[in-house]
């Protein structure tokens, strides 16, 4: 008898990785695929970081670490934190783990009961609902879509919240959006969960360095919930680390020692020689990490004003991260021969197989009405998939 657990199929499985998985046979088929599916920068490591790396390993950093990772770790994210943010924390508040998706996973994992309630903005990242349903919570999803520049307003989170809620899961800047949430909505939102004391923040900024706005503005500088945020962040994005997995939570003592509770039974702490990367990164220079961001800037002009051309696409102007979330409703019931589009996962097959490009229908991310494109990936690329997808979608009639 094959019986899963109830736990594992309530689970829906990741639509990016599935869509990447889908490009890669293509490409093994020799199909030239432009791959605008995966979250993840097209740079390479910098160099320091790999030096710190190849250190660590001739310096015998291959023991197991503690639980919440280094010492030295911890302090270069107290710093970092102190230094960019204008926050404070002391080195018990800080807790590593094997990436940010880790990290929001113990967040959840540590704080929610079942028939607890978890507000999630959509779009969302698609891990963070089923993160809360493998933690026996209800996501609570609010929806805002491109109109209001894909951010929930006040008065939708103050609708959303009942005695039940447990958190809320903010991302910004966003994925799959790109959106960025200001000083002044942010401290719209915190008015509100002022007034709900039962109601913990979990603030996923990995995408914090790759913003077009100037500043990343954190909800945990306000000091009326400050108690009660759990920022999750890493070097994952910021440094071109991906494969690295280092993420970290930022919190109340309290509850960085039920994560680390959580995690020595389940991981134990991150890869040691990551780590000392990753100290690398916070401590060393971060021209490599700005230079990365004005490339991304340069991306994002680019794909805007081509997907601008296209008919049918409505597109917002990201502010931050490396994603396009065009709405494009418009082609559903279109269709080409007898290839009907009936929604986004249709179209991005569509894409896939007729114009080899590699995209995530908007579906399980919670907005239906659009498509998912990472302009992660060089400018020729961006130009040439821009090119292919118009002419795919001028052929739907």
Known sequence: MKQLSQRLNRLSPSATLAMSQKSNELKAQGIDVINMSVGEPDFNTPDHIKEAAKQAIDDNFSRYSPVPGYPALRNAIVSKLKNENGLEYSAAQISCANGAKQSVCNAIMVLVNEGDEVIVPAPFWVSYPE??????GTPVIVPAGIEQDFKISPEQLEAAITPKTKA??????????GSVYSKEELASLAEVLVRHPQVFVIADEIYEHINYVGKHESIAQFEEIRERVIIVNGVSKAYAMTGWRIGFVAGPEWIVKAINKLQGQYTSGPCSVSQKA???AYTGTQAPVEEMRQAFERRRNLIVQLAKEIPGFEVNNPQGAFYLFPKCDSFYGKSTGDRVIKDADDLAMYLLEVAHVA???????GAPECIRMSYATSDENIIEAMRRIKEALAELK
């Open 131 to 136: 993160m809360v349903k493998m933690a026996d």
């Open 168 to 177: 809320l899961i903010l991302c910004s800047p966003s994925n799959p959006t």
């Open 278 to 280: 990753a100290e690398a």
């Open 359 to 365: 995209c995530v229908g908007g579906t399980s991310f």
